[in-house]
């Protein structure tokens, strides 16, 4: 699974020889900007993604380039300060955890909402007392803002995976109101 992994080789490389700086990473098509990874003295510091920072941006990374998503990546030095740190957890870890996120995502990437449906909070559940673990909440307070399956996946701090799991655990529970987008396309006669 690793040889598939371009960035993988690029962070062991920057780890090898005690690194500081970045990697930025850029889209494929048009070297845009979407996020870096944060280097100090070979050990990751912070990882900015598509929005995402922390952890959540670092697995979103692994999971898009193992979807055979192509980025390009430069790396550059750069001063990075002590206060910049945001992962604490040293690269074998997060990496024995890349293996897990990975199959998580595969398992949950079947029951991924469609993008043309409209998720809502059904209100009887709010009344009721029911019980929810951390990640139906934390899906369920994303829930009061967003509505979309996009809108949801991008504002949670939850990876993907975990957010499938909480959104089928919240259906099951019937906490759930699936509304399906209408088509417009037969407006117009």
Known sequence: MDAELKILGIIEEQLAVQFTGKINILASFNRQYLGHILFKNGEIFEVLFNGHKSLKAFYQLII????????????????????????????????????????????????RPPENVKILIESSFLHEKHEVTPQEYEVLEVMTEWSKPFDIYQHCD????????????????????????????????
């Open 158 to 189: 939850l990876l993907d995976h975990e957010v499938t799991w909480a959104l089928v655990s919240l259906r099951k529970k019937k906490a759930l109101k699936i509304l399906a987008q209408k088509n417009n396309a037969d407006d117009s006669l």
């Open 64 to 111: 898009q380039e193992y979807s055979l998503q192509s980025f390009y990546y430069v790396v550059e030095p750069e001063v990075v300060e002590e206060n910049q740190r945001q992962i604490h957890y040293p690269y074998a870890v997060i990496k024995n955890k890349m293996t897990d996120v990975i199959k998580q995502y595969q398992e949950a990437s079947k029951y």
